[in-house]
């Protein structure tokens, strides 16, 4: 989140504003955050997580939504944009907006350097509160890393999948998604070199 505005909104006055603004804002509690813009690597990996998924849902009662469908997470008081929501089953938008969302199944975020503390933090206990969600997904858009914690009960697993060759399993949508196809195109930083590689 960046600066907060300067007094407190209600959720109607939010939506209002969101309605005319140019940019996207997340609302928390009654305080506005306008949202950074993406960077081109950012862009790549969302395009290619759309293809992706939309491909392999294809036929099954899933589907993959951008990141301009907002999100809401009621019990909190929280209404944000993740870069990627997929929904099995019907949709249930919020009553006070047909443009934002309630129950995804599972929510992905493309971490970058001003957001991912708050994405791995903040965000992902937010997140927890969703009780439809079951796995919530973090993108490396600097390296070729997945990361993904799973809803088990009352816990979350983790696990994830680095470099190209490898493969990420989304069991709460029963895909399966191979790392070469969410950066394909994409010019990641190149390897750090360890000591052992030194001479």
């Not at 294809?58 to 944009?81: A, E, F, M």
């Not at 047909?98 to 708050?118: D, K």
């Not at 206990?125 to 009780?131: E, H, L, M, V």
Request: charged share 25%; with cysteine; hydrophobic share 35%.
């Amino acid at each position: 989140m960046s600066t907060a505005s300067q007094r407190k909104y209600t959720v109607e006055e939010y939506l209002e504003r969101e309605e005319r603004a140019e940019t996207k804002h997340e609302f928390y509690r009654g305080d506005i955050f306008a949202m950074t813009g993406a960077s081109f690597r950012h862009v790549q990996i969302a395009r290619n997580l759309t293809i992706a998924l939309g491909g392999k849902l294809r036929g099954k009662p899933c589907q993959p939504l951008g990141s301009d469908l907002r999100l809401s997470v009621s019990s909190i008081g929280l209404y944000t944009y993740p870069d990627l929501s997929v929904v099995c089953g019907p949709v249930k938008l919020d009553s006070r907006s047909a443009n934002t969302l309630t129950n995804p199944t599972l929510l992905i975020e493309i971490l970058s350097p001003s957001t991912e503390r708050y994405d791995r933090t903040t965000k992902f206990g937010f997140y927890r509160q969703i009780t439809s969600l079951r796995e919530y997904v973090l993108v490396s858009q600097h390296e070729a890393r997945i990361e993904v914690f799973r809803r088990d009960g009352e816990d979350w697993r983790f696990a994830d999948a680095v470099g190209l060759e490898a493969l990420i399993e989304l069991t709460s949508i029963e895909c399966t998604l191979p790392l070469s196809d969410v950066y394909e195109g994409v010019e990641l930083d190149p390897p750090v070199a360890s000591s052992d590689d030194k001479f």
